[in-house]
């Protein structure tokens, strides 16, 4: 069965940084677009970056523009998160997209940034 | 961006009555290729968001059946035939035709 497992989230200083990853199972990874979403503590969700299935596209949210960074390989996906704000605090979810939309979503590694 | 509002945010129903879910787009969800991109997601409480349905009207393996899409254009709606206590949750739509992807604010479902 698919599976998607985060790991690396933790609490870290404002202008910090912090590196992300998704172990996957189940499926050919090279197949598929996969993405990181989040979603800050009793708020709603926020797509934040893609990368296609060769690493040859990649976009991000303004939000995150110039900042971080997604990327994989072999059965994992990345992200490197640098100039850590307070409002990147948040569940960070690794996703697996289909049509558009994700079909397969990871349980998720929460990162908190404060001082 | 593509702003996505839904209505209402705040949904109580009885147990075994019908609900609906409205879900807005502030420009046309019809991609060039011709499909439109709309989902709709189920977050349960203390749980990662699970998809269940995806362009606009298809639902999800193991989705119940009482869960259905429609729309197009701007207006979509997710409808839930009959509540059960299981529902209970926070619905959430998305657009994918435009990057960025963005979601709507959420819809709080709970029980009378």
């Known amino acids: 069965q698919v599976q998607l497992v985060e790991s690396g989230g933790g609490l870290v200083k404002p202008g910090g940084s912090l590196r992300l990853s998704c172990a996957v199972s189940?499926?050919?990874?090279?197949?598929?677009?996969m993405s990181w979403i989040r979603q800050a503590p009793g708020r709603g969700l926020e797509w934040i970056a893609y990368?296609?299935?060769?690493?040859?596209t990649i976009k991000y949210a303004d939000s995150v523009k110039g900042r971080f960074a997604i990327s994989r390989d072999n059965a994992k996906l990345y992200l490197q998160m640098n100039s850590l704000r307070d409002e990147d605090t948040a569940v960070y979810y690794c996703?697996?997209?289909?049509?558009?939309?994700?079909?397969?979503w990871g349980q998720g590694t929460l990162v908190t940034v404060s001082s | 961006d593509v702003v996505m509002t839904q209505s209402p945010l705040s949904l109580p129903v009885t147990l075994g009555q019908p609900a609906s879910i409205s879900c807005r787009s502030s420009?046309?969800?019809?991609?060039?290729?011709?499909?439109?991109?709309l989902s709709w997601f189920q977050q349960r409480p203390g749980q990662s968001p699970r998809r269940l349905i995806y362009?606009?009207?298809n639902r999800d393996s193991g989705v119940p059946d009482r869960f259905s899409g429609s729309g197009s254009g701007t207006d979509f709606t997710l409808k839930i035939s009959g509540v059960e206590a299981e529902d209970v949750g926070v619905y959430y739509c998305?657009?994918?035709?435009?990057?960025?992807?963005?979601f709507g604010p959420g819809t709080k479902v709970d029980i009378k």
């Open positions: 996703v697996r997209e289909n049509w558009r939309s994700v079909d397969y």
């Open positions: 990368i296609s299935n060769s690493g040859s």
């Open positions: 189940g499926f050919t990874f090279s197949g598929y677009y």
């Open positions: 420009q046309s969800l019809v991609h060039s290729d011709g499909n439109t991109y």
């Open positions: 998305l657009q994918g035709t435009y990057w960025g992807f963005t």
């Open positions: 362009k606009v009207s």
